[in-house]
């Protein structure tokens, strides 16, 4: 008996994804066994039986496919954008985009639904909250408008992706992590004494200054000026944040701030950083030395001998990992110490960002806090200080009705 050649495609599965192969090429529908999945293969059957070409166009020599449109950005970005930067796109691309459309996909196959699977896959993965698969997808777009300005991808594409909506707050599946809040006061003075030196100074500065913690750990000798104006250094940022909102960022230092830089200064050059990683090692292993108990063994100072000879070196700069890992192994350090009741919370390096923008609303008021963190407009500056529920809780403690009994009476 002949092979039927008019045979609709099966509806498989890989991993938990729902596919249908056509002319040997993979189609994925959704998760496996869910309506969506089982609408979208019964809208391929329809459309296959209407106009196979829609379905499998014939691809031309010249199609670029989605894991060569991926190349070629992380290629650009690896030489324009910055590190974050890149790792937030080889993530989303690699990870999931390519896990995906891989498979030599032609840019014109990569239609609003195939958007939203890669989206769902993120979803499933419990990786990131909400506004992140967001950011993540917009990326994605972003990749595909780079695609057109490098006439890789047709217009039309990239024109469709933009439908795409943003996930609302609620939507099934995902979830989004609580508002940033400041660290108070008494939970950074009691992490300080398990820091090394080095990175007690950039947490209090940074808590005083109210600097983002790539402005603290990006800091190098030559973007402080010590002669501008007579008791004050300034500190200018060759990069940050809002720079193409507000230009060139300059940071006031106190004498505080004076005497915790000056040791870090001397004696280095101006592309050099002010806080360095290998000198807050240094630091550490001396004060492990302090401390140490017992004997050094013989195997112990043959090793010494080896790594000094050889010392094991790390980056110039801190960055937002290994800062933010600093100070989670100083609190783990002080609650192996502490007793249940005195535990340190946990608490991320850019709240004390808040914290200072908070201190400075409660004493100097909105627009000085604003002044404070360098930003536009003061509806910003109420996410970052926190103050005003104080102001309101002052009014509620000392409130009076003025409909009640003894107000009429004085009346």
Known sequence: MPKLNNRPPKYSKIGKYAVCYIHGKKHYLGLHNTPESLAAYSRLIVEIQSNPTLIVPKREESSVSVKELVAAFLDHAEQKADVKDYNHCYTVFVDFLLKLYGDNTPVESFKPRCLKLVREDMIQSRRFCRKTINKYTRRIVSLFEWGVENELVPETTHRALKTVKFLPEGYPGTFDNPEREHVPDDVVDRTLPFLPPTLRAMVQIQRMTGMRPSEVFNMTVGCIDKTRVPGLWHYTPKSHKTKR??????????????????????????????????????????????????????????????????????????????????????????????PDGEKIPHWFPYQLRHAAGTDAEKTAGLDKAQALLGHTTANTTKRYAHGQLTVAEDLARNRRNPFGSDDKKAG
């Open 245 to 338: 909102y507000v230009g060139k960022k300059i940071i006031p230092l106190g004498k505080p701030e004076q005497e915790l830089l000056a040791p870090y200064l001397a004696g280095k050059k101006p592309e050099q950083s002010v806080f360095n990683p290998n000198t807050a090692m240094v630091e550490r292993n001396a004060e492990k030395r302090v401390n140490r108990k017992t004997k050094i063994t013989p195997s112990q100072a043959a090793r010494d001998k080896a790594r000094a000879e050889k010392p094991k070196r790390y980056k110039e700069f801190y960055d937002e990992n290994s800062y933010g890992q600093a100070i989670e192994y100083a609190i783990q350090k002080g609650n192996r110490q502490l």
